[in-house]
């Protein structure tokens, strides 16, 4: 099965509303990476964690280790938060990253 | 930022092709990945290497070699592509032990 299992697969918001990503992981893992795929096929780091919560102006991200799941909480989204979003969990047997499949967010105006 | 730089951006060959796929990271980091993403499958981990000299096996490595010449440059070959090659290639860096990865713009390859 998935070892790293995102949800929604696709989301559309309307701008300015609030939403949260979730990441639940089935290996062990003690950190986790949030990234952002824009429309052109980049991959922006957004957060690299350890057990805790980290946030960067309207983004907050929460790792619990203990439930393993990572969660991605944005905040009065923009036209730019559009793209989408993946989270990867550093297996530690290996140091592999592995990835979600993914999280498509739309903000429409 | 680290900057991770990969060559060429775009490619087009034809079935039964040689590519080379490029990578370069200035930042001394030990670690370097070859990734592609497919829709429906996401990034999935072709080869990756713990230093100059070193490779590990990813995957997904059916079709491709890698060579890691210098601490700085990852090279990914496709030494006799085929359409299921057409991808979006990232190549990825990390200093090493539990530390952000940073991956690179993506080539965009095309196998005719």
């Known amino acids: 099965g998935d070892q790293v299992k995102q949800s929604p697969s696709a989301l559309s918001l309307q701008e300015g509303t609030n939403s949260a990503l979730r990441c639940n992981f089935s290996?062990?893992?003690?950190?986790v990476q949030w990234f952002l795929q824009n429309p052109r096929g980049s991959l922006m780091n957004l957060f690299y964690l350890v057990p805790g919560t980290k946030e960067n102006g309207r983004l907050k991200s929460t790792f619990n280790s203990k439930e393993s799941y990572s969660t991605l909480h944005i905040r009065d989204a923009q036209l730019e938060d559009s793209g989408t979003y993946f989270c990867a969990a550093v297996n530690t047997g290996n140091y592999k990253y592995v990835f979600g499949a993914g999280t498509r967010l739309k903000v429409i105006a | 930022e680290a900057a991770v730089t990969q060559s060429p951006r775009n490619k087009v060959t034809v079935t039964g092709g040689n590519v080379t796929l490029s990578c370069r990271q200035t930042n001394s980091h030990n670690y370097m990945y070859w990734y592609r993403q497919d829709t429906g499958h996401g990034l999935r981990l072709i080869h990756y290497s713990y230093g100059a000299g070193n490779l590990q096996i990813g995957d997904v490595p059916d079709g491709y070699k890698a060579t890691r010449t210098t601490q700085e440059d990852f090279f990914l070959l496709l030494e006799l592509a085929s359409p299921s090659q057409t991808s979006l290639y990232f190549c990825?860096?990390?200093?090493?032990?539990?530390?952000?990865?940073?991956f690179g713009a993506g080539t965009r390859l095309s196998v005719l």
């Open positions: 290996i062990a893992t003690t950190t």
């Open positions: 990825a860096s990390r200093l090493g032990g539990l530390n952000t990865l940073y």
